[in-house]
């Protein structure tokens, strides 16, 4: 099969499209066959070696894909052959306490797909039958592709976490991202007032398209400042932060007493200095996120297709061309999501 590989840790030039061994689905595993892939952050930091998972080389990218079973292992009874699925980052354990704790997004007794194990960035795909979840009928492998992880991580950030609820502000760092894309649809399907930042005025100005009430530029502007002015010195009773550095402390800066910041990145600064005594006098909710459940996937997947959400599709480009889409990853150079086709 062709297939996006590096065999070795560095920069874009690393990254090679060329033919690979197709892999054979063991015990409990199937094979898929891939129509679209997702790009996210974590494929450059895979690639650059600097995601703190260990990645066995040679290795084939992509951590969020979906298409078509067409080949099943031994003892499988969960999928069959023809099945539109998804396959979920997290390779769990349904025996597992997180698993039955309801927490299966974030169950990796199995490994992670595009980490662990070869990726979605390739014709095929080897995957546990129990990490499937199902695409709604006449949905594109391309919307799929583009919503699974930024919709899933959003929703789980927004709801199920952070409790939004109508008469809520929410603060929506890093607008652009495929999280805070989809972050401003969820927070507004729930009737909330949103805040959106970004370090650009055009990246602001797609946010307010999406949604966003008021916009913050914080390569400017003093989000905490900002963010107060605009709450009557209240603040926002949620903040959705995947920045990090001082965006992440300027919003803690920003939450309201009572309130909750929900953070599922940190590329702008990973170690940070916290005053822990305004943490607990304001009774705020520091917590963190990594990925959603496959309920919350496959709900979020109907509201799609129910045309109440959208991802924001900034390109698709086929696998060939992954080094030109590993450009505008790390360059920032884009609203919204990336997906390679075959």
């Not at 992880?149 to 409790?163: A, D, I, K, P, Y």
């Not at 003093?222 to 992440?248: K, N, P, W």
């Amino acid at each position: 099969m062709k297939a996006v590989i590096f065999r070795e840790h560095g920069g874009i030039d690393k990254l090679l499209y060329e033919e690979v061994k197709t892999p054979s689905p063991g015990p409990g595993e199937v094979l898929v066959k891939i129509g679209a892939s997702g790009v996210n952050h974590l494929d450059h930091d895979l690639r650059e070696g600097i995601s703190g998972f260990e990645v066995p080389l040679p290795h084939v990218m992509g951590v969020e894909g979906v298409g078509e079973v067409v080949e099943l292992g031994e003892g499988v009874l969960s999928a069959k052959l023809g099945d539109r699925v998804a396959i979920d980052f997290a390779q769990g354990d349904p025996q597992s306490n997180m698993w039955l704790s309801g927490l299966d997004g974030v169950d990796f007794t199995y490994g992670r797909i595009g980490a662990s194990q070869w990726g979605t960035h390739a014709e095929y795909c080897r995957c546990l039958a129990t990490s499937l979840m199902p695409i709604p009928d006449g949905m594109s492998y391309e919307t799929a592709a583009a919503s699974v992880v930024g919709f899933g991580t959003s929703w789980h950030m927004t709801v199920t976490l952070g409790q939004v609820q109508a008469d809520k502000t929410v603060l929506i760092n890093a607008a652009g991202s495929v999280v805070g894309s989809a972050a401003i649809q969820v927070a507004k399907l729930h009737g909330a007032r949103v805040i959106a930042t970004a370090g650009s005025d055009a990246k602001l100005e797609k946010a307010k398209e999406l949604g966003a009430d008021e916009v913050i530029n914080y390569t400017n502007q003093s989000i905490r400042e900002e963010a107060l002015r605009m709450t009557d010195g209240f603040g926002v009773d949620l903040c959705i932060e995947s920045v990090g550095g001082d965006v992440l402390i300027q919003s803690i800066d920003a939450v309201c007493e009572n309130g909750r910041l929900i953070t599922c990145g940190a590329h702008a600064g990973e170690v940070v200095p916290i005053n822990i005594i305004e943490l607990f006098r304001k009774h705020m909710m520091l917590h963190g996120s990594h990925f959603a459940g496959k309920r919350e996937v496959s709900h979020v997947l109907k509201l799609i297709q129910e045309g109440k959400m959208s991802p924001v599709i900034n390109a698709v480009l086929p696998f060939s061309e992954v080094r030109e889409a590993a450009r505008k990853t790390a360059e920032r150079d884009v609203f919204g999501k990336m997906v390679l086709v075959p």
